[in-house]
């Protein structure tokens, strides 16, 4: 799928596919760098992680082993509440592991806030976060996030994972839905 495939659906292009593909060059090589030594483990959250996590593991150097969890955060609408529902657990014990979570994005910041505790109250050893991209708002939680793709600000983004309506995940870059699409 490409912007063409969008039609007048799309607004704007925020991040290019290869500016993507650059930035998680540099993520995995901070990555690389951090764990030398060590093996990670690399905690998906579905759906939305789905590309990064494909791109970003295939970056990487460092030994690492994948799972994945489904979560859903009970709220009306598009708005997280910070009380988050397992809907799909680790198939694996994360006791004395380096969990690294990845993300597609950390909107309010309730989800990964949640998920961070969550994964070291079962003893992880330690629990990072990277996202390809943050909003605005995730800066004000108390959630420390050290490797972030992209600020981006607070507009409806699709693409790379992320969807309206389960629409637009494998767009290759991130952009933003014209208005009409989502004020009908
Ligand atoms: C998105 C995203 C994060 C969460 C971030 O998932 O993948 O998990 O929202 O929101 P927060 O920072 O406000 O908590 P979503 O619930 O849309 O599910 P999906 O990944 O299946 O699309």
Known sequence: MDATDMGDSLQDVLVTAEQMDQRLDELAAQIDGDYAGREVLLVGV???????????????????????????????GTKSSGVVRILKDLDQDVTDRHVLIVEDIIDS?????????????????????????????AVKVAVDVKYVGFEIPDEFVVGYGLDYDEQYRHLPFIGTLAPHVYEN
């Open 109 to 137: 910041g309730l989800t990964l806030s949640w998920l961070r505790a969550n994964l070291l109250s079962r003893g992880a050893a330690s629990v990072e976060i990277a996202t390809a991209l943050r909003k605005p708002k």
């Open 46 to 76: 579905l759906r939305g992680a789905v590309m990064v996590m494909a791109d970003l593991s295939r970056k990487l150097h460092t030994p690492l082993q994948m799972d994945w969890m489904a979560v859903s955060s009970y709220g009306s």
